[in-house]
């Protein structure tokens, strides 16, 4: 199950990203996304967990929690839209 994370601080990278779900189960990525023309983060990222059970008891334990300074938001990551 692929989540959504927002509101992560400018210096949160994709390991630490990684080591805020792992406590909750299997995690099968972790990357926080980079503006392209800084390379600075963009403050959100994807998780993909291997479980919906350990992907809903990380939302459930983390959204609205302090990581790094600021209060994240956490929910299931919705599919992106075809664009053509």
């Known amino acids: 199950m692929k989540l959504y994370v927002s509101n992560l601080g400018f210096g949160?990278?994709?390991?630490?990203?990684r080591k805020m779900f792992e406590p909750f189960g299997e995690v099968?990525?972790?990357?926080?996304?980079?503006?392209?023309a800084t390379g600075r983060?963009?403050?959100f990222g994807f998780v993909e967990m291997?479980?919906?059970?350990?992907a809903e008891s990380?939302?459930?334990k983390l959204?609205?929690?302090?990581?790094?300074?600021?209060?994240v938001s956490v929910s299931e990551?919705?599919?992106k839209?075809?664009?053509?």
């Open 12 to 17: 949160t990278g994709d390991d630490g990203l």
């Open 58 to 60: 990380a939302i459930s």
């Open 28 to 36: 099968i990525s972790a990357k926080v996304i980079n503006d392209r």
């Open 81 to 84: 839209p075809n664009r053509f």
């Open 41 to 43: 983060s963009r403050g």
């Open 77 to 79: 990551a919705r599919e």
């Open 63 to 71: 959204h609205g929690k302090d990581f790094d300074g600021r209060s």
């Open 50 to 54: 291997s479980s919906r059970e350990e």
